[in-house]
């Protein structure tokens, strides 16, 4: 009797792979420990982003904290900065809570804050309905990053 594995890829394409107590059946994996390494590696490659969130934000704000940010623009665009003093690692999210950043932006002022977005003194604008964006700091002469 077999037994099916079923794991994403990287592309978030089902792969399954068919175990017997010897071997497995599936493109390059001949063995059942070939199919446990493999399926070890792509769970590793899973990324879970889990931070806090905080307060719905309604006037222009400093991100003080590591977390997500619900931004309402209903009524006028809303500019904030990053964390200040940031280290390797950090990470913070801004989203558009009320689907309204087409018509009134959420900025996030990195050059005012004398801070690298991607390298360069930057801003970043936030200009779609229900858009999201998360910002991971590393440092260097790069700075803050956009993950999403």
Not at 1 to 30: C, D, F, H, K, P
Request: charged fraction near 15%; hydrophobic fraction near 40%; glycine fraction near 8%.
């Amino acid at each position: 009797m077999g037994l099916i594995l079923r794991s994403g890829t990287g592309t978030n394409q089902a792969e399954e792979v068919n175990l017997s107590s010897t071997t497995a059946t599936a493109t390059g994996v001949t063995t059942v420990d070939e199919a446990i390494a493999q399926l070890s590696q792509d769970v590793q490659n899973i990324q879970i982003s889990s931070i806090p969130i905080e307060i719905e934000q309604n006037a222009d704000f400093i991100i003080s904290n590591l977390a997500l940010y619900p931004v309402d623009c209903t009524a006028v665009p809303i500019t904030t900065t990053p964390p200040s003093n940031p280290t390797i690692d950090d990470l913070f999210a801004v989203a558009d809570a009320r689907a309204n950043s087409s018509i009134n932006n959420i900025t996030i002022d990195f050059a005012g804050a004398g801070q690298l977005l991607h390298g360069s003194l930057d801003i970043f604008v936030l200009n779609q309905d229900g858009g999201y964006a998360e910002f991971r700091y590393i440092g260097g002469e790069v700075g803050w990053i956009s993950e999403k």
